[in-house]
């Protein structure tokens, strides 16, 4: 009898247990062990929560949405297997970054310095997620639409004191060896003497990008980085066909610097003689060649325009700079739709602008008659102008972008560079016309508030008469005067602006793929975090 009870007992207190144990892992997610045999990282850069919120406001509002069921690519991101976190991206012991320690701080997992490349903030060089990916056998890649050497895409395979050393971080970037290498900037790849009109190598270079881009080099010395690609395998790509004929291990330099704005891209889209491919097919072509590797790959794509829009607050050019992030993740969502084994990350590396729009006292809309009950013996009368969303169908009409406005004016004689004038290109190429008086306010000038003689950013002596925040926008050789536009149309486009440079709002991370893989990219986190989860989930144990 007692032997049987202890038989029993043994049961109910083994047995039982380890079937509801089983019964509990059939319902777990995979345990963490199980890594992602891809992993798409994808940085708008200076796409905080104020653009994400542009596209998407956009697309449930805008009463003529090209968006198809007014559904975006964060939608997308977020319905079944996606989750959403914040991560705040301050780099060392300052309250705001810049693309390159944000940079790195993704791509190391380690606090970085201001405008450091893959370095920690002491300035010495850290592994990257990209060189550890290489090393646990996956392949690798880097699309922009700004120059392959700029500061995010420089940050996961370069190692160097500042961004601005561009022909040096090419050299780094052929030293850490990605398979794939997509964006601008040949000015830093090809030697001084390509300067040189009668020089062989210029005729090499206009033969091989036939004619696509102005050849000019930014070199200091006599090394021609394409002939050490093609040594180290690299097929070279300096357009369209070229990049869609080639397999294996890619360099594609598109052009002398940046690649163009997305509006100057959306006005050529259909363009057969277009040369220049697309963010979405630079993507789509990286995907093509990493993905033959069966140990996975590592890609990081960038959307880099987002952030230069937001500097010159250009709220028209910036919507259309979000729709090209749009594509570009729609097809990497296709692409992975029935996949289990890719891990897509989409994030911003800082937040630019301080954006938003805002309701006004000005144009307040007529009183109007409702038929809700509680309106039957009054008028409904909102005492302020809380934006009509047809606003939204102005800004994506925009059809130049505010630097390409005024680029148009400034070609024009100095004779002709008119308050007028400036109107008249304004009032052709935007939907928020300024007046005569608005013009010449644009066109003021001031003593440079912020005068530097050895300094090539402040040495102008007069610039753009900003009527304060003088500080706050930095870039006055550039984007200044495209802010006093902003300025002007403020009102009738009920969009506001902080700043022209970037601030330290968190900014968002939308992670897709299984349970396990994007469980650790939710909740509040610093983006070294999100650098050091990037980084276990490439590695090998
Ligand atoms: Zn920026």
Redesign the pocket.
């Known amino acids: 009898m007692k032997d049987k009870l202890v038989a029993i007992l043994t049961i109910i207190l083994f047995v039982f247990p380890a079937f509801s144990c089983s019964q509990k892992q059939k319902t777990l997610p995979l345990s963490p062990i199980v890594k992602p045999k891809n992993v798409i990282l994808i940085i708008g850069?200076?796409m905080g929560p104020e653009q994400v919120g542009l596209l998407l406001t956009y697309a449930r509002q805008a009463p003529h949405s090209v968006l198809k069921d007014r559904i975006t690519c964060f939608d997308r991101m977020m319905d079944k297997n996606g989750s959403l976190g914040v991560s705040l991206t301050y780099a060392h012991n300052v309250l705001v970054t810049?693309?390159a320690a944000s940079g790195s701080q993704l791509a190391t997992g380690r606090f970085s310095g201001s405008e450091m490349i893959g370095l920690d903030y002491n300035g010495d060089p850290v592994i990257t997620v990209l060189e550890r990916a290489i090393q646990a056998g996956k392949s690798t890649g880097l699309v922009t639409d700004t120059r392959i050497t700029h500061a995010t895409p420089a940050a996961f395979a370069a190692h160097q004191a500042h961004r601005g050393m561009e022909t040096a971080i090419a050299v780094d970037m052929l030293a850490a060896g990605p398979d794939v290498l997509l964006g601008g900037g040949l000015d830093v790849w090809i030697p001084e003497e390509a300067n040189t009109k009668e020089a062989g190598v210029r005729g090499e270079l206009e033969k091989l990008t036939q004619g696509a881009f102005p050849i000019r080099s930014k070199r200091k010395d006599s090394r021609n980085l394409l002939t050490t690609a093609r040594e180290k395998g690299y097929k070279l790509a300096f357009n369209r066909s070229q990049m869609n004929a080639a397999s294996g291990k890619l360099l594609g330099l598109f052009s002398d610097s940046a690649l163009p704005n997305a509006i100057a891209v959306s006005n050529t889209l259909d363009d057969p003689k277009r040369s220049i491919p697309t963010l979405k097919e630079m993507s789509a072509k990286a995907i093509e060649i990493l993905s033959q590797n069966e140990q996975g790959f590592f890609l990081m794509i960038e959307a880099g325009q987002i952030?230069?829009a937001?500097?010159s607050n250009d709220a028209g050019l910036m919507l259309h700079e979000m729709f090209r992030l749009n594509e570009t993740v729609n097809h990497i969502l296709n692409w992975a739709e029935n996949r289990e084994d890719t891990l897509i990350i989409l994030t911003a590396d800082?937040t630019?602008g301080g954006f938003g729009f805002s309701y006004t006292g000005k144009d307040q809309p007529a009183a109007r008659q409702l038929s809700g009950k509680l309106f039957k013996d009054t008028v409904y009368n909102p005492g302020y102008n809380f934006g009509d969303p047809g606003v939204l169908d102005k800004l994506y009409s925009q059809k130049l972008s505010y630097g390409d406005i005024f680029d148009k004016f400034y070609q024009l004689s100095k004779e002709a560079q008119t308050p007028g004038n400036l109107a008249l290109v304004v009032n052709r190429y935007t939907d928020f016309p300024i007046t005569l008086s608005q013009a010449e306010r644009i066109l003021e000038t001031e003593d440079n508030p912020l005068y530097a003689a050895d300094d090539r950013r402040f040495n102008a002596k007069t610039v753009p008469k900003l009527d304060n925040k003088d500080e706050f926008y930095i870039y006055q050789k550039t984007s200044n005067q495209h802010a006093l536009l902003a300025l002007a149309v403020a009102s009738d486009q009920l969009a506001v602006w902080n700043t022209g440079?970037?601030t330290n709002t968190p900014v968002l991370v939308f992670a897709k793929g299984t349970d396990a893989a994007r469980a650790p990219f939710s909740g509040v986190l610093h983006h070294t975090q999100l650098g050091q989860y990037l980084m276990d989930a490439v590695s090998k144990k």
Request: aromatic share 8%; proline share 0%.
């Open positions: 850069d200076g810049d693309s952030d230069w937001a500097h800082h630019t440079a970037h």
